[in-house]
DNA sequence: GTGAAAGCGCTAACAC
DNA sequence: GTGTTAGCGCTTTCAC
């Protein structure tokens, strides 16, 4: 493929390239130190070791590298130390606001220590995920960070890939890997006593099937029940609205004695199905159904909807997670770190009916 | 940094190395060529040039790469062909949905092309962009999709970066780069020609202050106005749901007969914030006042908002930008697309007042 | 503290 | 069609 000259942007954003190696257009280490008249190996360490070099020749050299323009070449220094500056991002969907959160946390403690984010999504994929672990190894990436299928979870096993892995949102409780997750039965648990605070009795579940989370969140639920001597109602589900607007429907199309009086769905996809299936069916909340719902989205506080939901700290999740991703890389022999976040329970008015 | 010894994952799942090269434990091209007896360069030509080398001498090869579970060293590829299978995308924000579906899509492609995607948000800060398009260039990207800043757009020549370049979005008229960008134009007169249709006359406009979008939906909305004998009332804003809200707050507060009768908002964020001041004023739609926006969020649907929205094939967007990358790659020298995609007025009540 | 030299793993001329 | 050889740009021993 042709290549354009390489030009630094902008006028004055940078210095220009004076001179240019090679046929490339671009300058080289080797550049560099024949113009600062020092060896190539005195430039790379003004580059990559700070003190190593005394004050004379360094301001030479980085006069020299000003001059030129020079950048250094990612793909050589990668080859040379067999490890890339690159973090990589694996989450079902980056189109679920849980993983967009995680993903500019992520990001932003990427950038700032000087990483790339290499964003891929498997779609509750097994295979689609362990090919982007591959490629991640292909990458010499410095770490992971991974929302694991849940067949991929089953499979993990330390030591499998050549890098640092995180894992978010979903774990085992027994895996020895480092991980952020948010305490889901108690979060859920406290979802529940507050529907069952608030009167509500036949209490149902909109659990997603795919993850850890949905089956913990269920337990949470569950027991809270059980301490009113309750049974569960829960409906295993595909994470989308569809599914968790169909199953609200065929819900609510039972005899009003049998159908729920209250709503608890473990995520914000399923949450939105719910409420779409309860307004269309005329009912509303708090006083006909109650209603609430993992993920705080921003739509959720509209006074037209105000809905009571689980708040998770999205943001802190990402961050929390690419945190322990760089501490990892420091220090690899360290002991594999759970960071259990809590979920706030933000009451509103859906839920409000004592 | 320590390395762990690299396996390839799971039981079955490939073939193991069944011998080490080196110290790195990995195995090389030069170690498949040993096993299979030939040169490294016939190895390299099963890998990457198909039908260069012949069945019997391909199949010995092909199975040397899988006793060893030969991966190529991408870094040591990239540095050989001095470029590499990114493609690099920079937006303001991933959070906004908007960004969100492009980025899905974008990556949706280039996967399947074997393109590894690095994600960038610039914060709408041009020193951040530029950065990035800088980091871009370090890692010799084979492409970049730019939603840019307005100064970066302004600032932007043709030639500036080593790599092809596409913009989403955002874009110039008179800007000789691919770019694929919805008619805001067309779609901001039609869902103000909308609103008019349903009687309101004082319809104010919230619009994003950092985009050409902005501006082209301000221009569409005050011509759509304009053939009607009537004054545009633009308010010029931060895009965010706050903004959004303090200024339909303050807008709202004027006497009855000032105030407006109907809001058009220029995006998802915009439009949440004058919803939420709308219902938290008590005023009802399309009764007291009519409502419209950009984005057609999944939550505009529910029957308590109905929200009339106009949708943006965000995903097409994506996917477009991404394909015109690929095809550019292809064919430096074509000459520069400009792709438009149309909005889709989705009429729901919260317009429907005649 | 600085330089000379080797080599990371791969591909692309160029010979045969 | 296949092998030999050089070298991409960088870092890292190892001398001095």
Known sequence: MQRTPYRRPGPG????SHRLAQESGLASIKDVAQRAGVSTTTVSRV????????APLRERVEQAIADLGYRPNLAARRLRQRRASIVGLIVSDIRSPFFTDVGRAVEDVAYRNGLR???CNSDENPAKEQSYLELMADEQASGVILSPTMEGLRRLRPGDWPFPLVLVDRALESSRVDRVVLDNHAAARRATEHLLQSGYRRIALLAGIHSTTGQQRHAGYAD????HGLAPRPLWLDPTRDAGQRATAQCLAAPPAERPDALLATNGLLLLGALQAVQAAGLRTPQDIGIAGF????WTALP?????????????????AAELLLQRMQDPARPARRVVLEGELVARGSSARS
């Open 47 to 54: 580059l990559t070791t700070p003190g190593a070099v005394r």
């Open 13 to 16: 954003t940078r210095p220009f």
């Open 295 to 298: 993920d705080n989205n921003d």
């Open 304 to 320: 037209a909807l105000d809905v009571t939901t689980i708040a998770q700290p999205t943001y802190d999740i990402g961050r929390t």
């Open 224 to 227: 809270a029940l059980a301490a």
């Open 117 to 119: 984010l290499i964003l």
